[in-house]
């Protein structure tokens, strides 16, 4: 068994990070800090998660939020996806398994990632309403975000969803606020076979290893962490029984990264767009400088005067 | 070949000679048209770079400059329809607007005298007119694809991300051309009070659009 985060003292204290401590702040520039902390990661062993729910009640406990009763479609999921409200969602799948004939019940916890490099964050075009932490935990600050739905546009994972109350973008926020005073994450808290444990990055990689070997000696060849390179790594990370098919389960994507498109947007585009502006402004005024104005001559108007004379 | 006349223009001999050009209603549907063109230009490059993200001061901060822009936009595209309705005709493309395009060199020295006979729009004049046109269909409906407020359930996201790199690219196309347009009305002189009062100077006629001046001295006396 994993050594949980234990309850750390309710003596207040002050926060372990804070705006000293981000590496990135969407739409501006921040100086990092001269030393990056201790890289967290929540890690969700599929293999041992049992479906139950309860980290999805305790999410929407925790951050106080309510989802609207919805309605039976014949399938586990519900919702039936992420929400404003909804930041972690089980997804379940039914996967037969053509090798072994076996049905395998594959349920998924769907939610941030928090990707090394957040396709959200760059995309997002107001100052500092998408930070990065240096321990890797990817937040929305609400009283600075706008509501464009860029970040949705950014996430190769699809998560962002923008609420139709207050038009501003939610997502699973690590439990930054109980990770700043020392606590897990309230999913992990809540899991009752540790299917989501949380720690040190690295402590989550050498757990997972542990994780695979035992997965592997029971038949599962291709189990794996997926960590994705594509988004150099994210802080959320699964151990799969079949790492080399993420796609079956409920659609993971197989090496996401940011699209191609979003980074020509925010990328070429952005420069080449304000250069080209700059230079036709400038190129009206050196134009003007070296021609100077076009102006009627008295001779033109004698002209017009002479065409219109008797004709009135 | 059809003139070069419309309705609302008219010549009054004098000392000069004015001339209308633009009747009251299509110089209200410019300066609509003109208005929101400025107004989503400025929202949209606040939304477009964090550099100028300060430009959403002017429309009461970040999240009302989100919503309103998509709003300005239908303003600008109806106004536009009004403009193409009225203007499309006289901006049809014809053999000597060939000839003024391959003497780019004499339009830009002035050198009026040197080229053919200019109707009521020269072939700068059409290629803004026909660009506008272009630019703001593909504007509105990729702007339609992004406006999540109220369309956000009928694109998947990668339409929306095409969606959005199409519509800051056709932006800034079209900042480009608005550049060209308020540049040539300025270094010509006497063509801002054609969009003002309405009216210009026979002479301002007869330098840039003498085939326009004659037409309109045999039709309309």
Known sequence: ?312 | MSTEVESGDGVHPGKPVIVDRYTVAARINHWITAVSLVLLALSGLALFTPALYFLTGLFGGGPTTRMIHPWIGVVLFLSFMGLFIRFFRLNLWERTDNVWMSRLRDVLAGDEEKLPEVGKYNAGQKMVFWSMSLLILVLITSGVVIWDQYFSNYFTIEQKRIAVLVHSITAIVAICVWIVHVYAAIWVRGTISAMTRGRVTGGWAWRHHRKWLRDLVTTKH
């Open chain 1, 1 to 312: 068994m994993f050594t949980p985060v234990p309850n750390p003292t309710t003596n207040p204290g002050p926060a372990k990070f804070g705006e000293q401590d981000l590496i990135r702040r969407s739409a501006s520039t921040v100086t990092p800090p001269a030393k990056r902390q201790t890289e967290v990661a929540k890690l969700i062993d599929v293999s041992k998660c049992i479906g139950c729910k309860a980290c999805q009640v305790a999410c929407l406990e925790w951050n106080n939020l309510t989802e609207e009763v919805g309605i039976n479609v014949g399938v586990y999921d519900n919702p039936h996806d992420l929400t404003p409200n909804t930041w972690t969602l089980m997804r379940y799948t039914e996967y037969e398994n053509a090798e072994t004939g076996n049905l395998e019940w594959l349920i998924r916890k769907d939610g941030c990632m928090h990707c090394e490099d957040p396709g959200c964050l760059k995309a997002c075009p107001a100052p500092g309403a998408i930070v990065q932490y240096s321990n890797g935990i990817v937040d929305f600050v609400h009283d600075k975000c706008i509501g464009c739905g860029y970040c949705v546009k950014g996430c190769p994972f699809n998560i962002p969803r923008i609420s139709k109350v207050d038009a501003k973008a939610y997502k699973c926020t690590l439990c930054v606020d109980r990770v700043a005073v020392g606590q897990g994450p309230a999913c992990q808290k809540a899991c009752p076979t540790q299917a989501i444990v949380f720690g040190t990055k690295d402590e989550m990689k050498q757990w997972a290893d542990h994780r695979i070997k035992d997965l592997k000696s029971r038949g599962f060849k291709n189990a794996g962490l997926y960590d994705p390179p594509g988004v150099k790594g994210t802080h959320v990370m699964y151990v799969l029984q079949h790492n080399d098919k993420p796609q079956i389960y409920a659609g993971l994507p197989n090496n996401p990264s940011i699209s191609p498109v979003v980074e020509l947007w925010k990328g070429a585009t952005k420069y080449a767009g304000l250069t080209a502006i700059g230079a036709f402004a400038a190129i009206g005024f050196l134009h003007h400088l070296l021609t100077g104005a076009n102006r009627v001559s008295a001779e033109d108007e004698k002209n017009a005067e002479r065409l219109t004379e008797g004709r009135s």
